[in-house]
């Protein structure tokens, strides 16, 4: 008897749930010591087991229907997206001359996208500003304000630092809440960067998908310099 009682007392808290775990069917039959069961909340008040259960499904429940609503919400703004990106795809592939292109990319922006500013800037030798949202720079010249935004492989809608944010959204920069900056490549080199700005702050954001802004940028990186050797 005395050696039963050693071995009961030896037992700790891990034996305990190793056991359970081992036999997760334990409390089917024992569905009395189940509701006997009480644990202490942090308020101090004591509940059943089963009523902390059905708290806990009900907190997890809460907690998935939150991650629903974020990711049926997520996807309505990646549809509209896709269908904003579509339609100026659509408009640039069937433009055959420079001033129709700034003029197609200008309405979109204004128009579907609703931006708050927008900016193209093409690398060259020779600088010039084409429009009000266009110019021409040297890669030297841009790296001094963005040199980080530069070097990113894919469009990037973290928030920008004050000198970025100014050089490329210029006097409309205060305006601008959120962004997402598109470079744009063609045969893997650097040729220009767009910037789209809006006054919502969570219009652009690090979690929102970049599969059709990126293809954007890759209609662009084929488009432009076409449009430059006429």
Same mark, same amino acid.
């Given at each position: 008897?005395?050696?039963?009682?050693?071995?009961?007392?030896?037992?700790?808290?891990?034996?305990?749930?190793?056991?359970?775990?081992?036999?997760?069917?334990?409390?089917?039959?024992?569905?009395?010591?189940?509701?006997?069961?009480?644990?202490?909340?942090?308020?101090?008040?004591?509940?059943?087991?089963?009523?902390?259960?059905?708290?806990?499904?009900?907190?997890?429940?809460?907690?998935?229907?939150?991650?629903?609503?974020?990711?049926?919400?997520?996807?309505?703004?990646?549809?509209?997206?896709?269908?904003?990106?579509?339609?100026?795809?659509?408009?640039?592939?069937?433009?055959?001359?420079?001033?129709?292109?700034?003029?197609?990319?200008?309405?979109?922006?204004?128009?579907?996208?609703?931006?708050?500013?927008? $900016?193209? #800037?093409?690398?060259?030798? *020779? %600088?010039?500003?084409?429009?009000?949202?266009? @110019? /021409?720079? +040297? =890669?030297?010249?841009?790296?001094?304000?963005?040199?980080?935004?530069?070097?990113?492989?894919?469009?990037?809608?973290?928030?920008?630092?004050?000198?970025?944010?100014?050089?490329?959204?210029?006097?409309?920069?205060?305006?601008?809440?959120? $962004?997402? #900056?598109?470079?744009?490549? *063609? %045969?893997?080199?650097?040729?220009?960067?767009? @910037? /789209?700005? +809006? =006054?919502?702050?969570?219009?652009?954001?690090?979690?929102?998908?970049?599969?059709?802004?990126?293809?954007?940028?890759?209609?662009?990186?084929?488009?432009?310099?076409?449009?430059?050797?006429?």
């Amino acid at each position: 008897m005395k050696e039963v009682k050693g071995k009961i007392n030896k037992l700790v808290a891990s034996d305990i749930e190793n056991y359970l775990v081992e036999h997760p069917d334990f409390f089917q039959a024992r569905g009395e010591l189940l509701e006997s069961l009480a644990l202490t909340q942090d308020d101090g008040n004591t509940v059943s087991l089963v009523e902390r259960q059905i708290k806990n499904l009900r907190e997890q429940n809460g907690i998935m229907k939150t991650k629903l609503r974020d990711l049926i919400t997520a996807a309505e703004r990646n549809n509209k997206i896709f269908d904003k990106c579509r339609s100026l795809v659509m408009k640039l592939i069937s433009t055959d001359d420079s001033r129709e292109f700034f003029s197609v990319v200008e309405k979109s922006f204004k128009h579907e996208f609703k931006s708050a500013s927008y $900016s193209l #800037i093409i690398f060259g030798k *020779n %600088q010039k500003r084409i429009n009000h949202f266009t @110019s /021409i720079v +040297s =890669e030297d010249y841009a790296s001094d304000y963005i040199s980080e935004l530069m070097q990113t492989e894919e469009p990037d809608m973290s928030a920008l630092k004050s000198m970025e944010q100014q050089f490329l959204f210029g006097p409309a920069a205060d305006k601008v809440r959120s $962004s997402a #900056i598109l470079p744009i490549r *063609n %045969q893997n080199k650097l040729i220009a960067i767009l @910037s /789209i700005g +809006s =006054e919502e702050e969570n219009y652009f954001e690090p979690d929102l998908g970049t599969l059709f802004i990126g293809f954007l940028a890759d209609v662009l990186g084929m488009v432009i310099p076409r449009l430059s050797e006429k």
